[in-house]
């Protein structure tokens, strides 16, 4: 995230659009590749097809990331939370790194 971020900073104004796209699972061959249908047990798959229109409404916003999907967007913004929390504590006790 911080190498497409710096580059969509670097990239604004020149033309150029830089968007991290986060998709989380997605109905693909991945699961069945790797052979664990266990690996996206219990979650909801995002289609393929969703994740592109996530894609272009990010550069279509001239964002430098986008996340598909509620939960996604939400375990995201723990986690972030999480990593703040413990810089400035110098831990945190809520959530494991």
């Given at each position: 995230m911080s190498f497409s971020?710096?580059?969509?900073a670097e990239m604004r104004g020149r033309g150029v659009r830089v968007l991290a796209l986060c998709p989380?699972?997605?109905?693909?061959?991945f699961f069945d590749?790797?052979?664990?249908e266990e690996l996206g047990a219990g979650q909801k798959l995002s289609t393929p097809e969703k994740v592109?229109?996530?894609?272009?409404?990010?550069?279509?916003?001239g964002r430098s990331?986008?996340?598909d999907g509620r939960n996604?967007?939400?375990?995201?913004?723990?986690?972030?939370?999480?990593?703040?929390a413990?810089?400035?504590?110098?831990?945190?006790?809520?959530c494991v790194l």
């Open positions: 971020e710096a580059l969509w989380g699972a997605t109905e693909t061959g590749a790797v052979g664990s592109v229109q996530t894609g272009f409404r990010g550069i279509d916003q990331y986008i996340i996604n967007y939400f375990m995201a913004q723990m986690m972030q939370s999480c990593r703040t413990g810089a400035l504590q110098g831990s945190c006790d809520w």
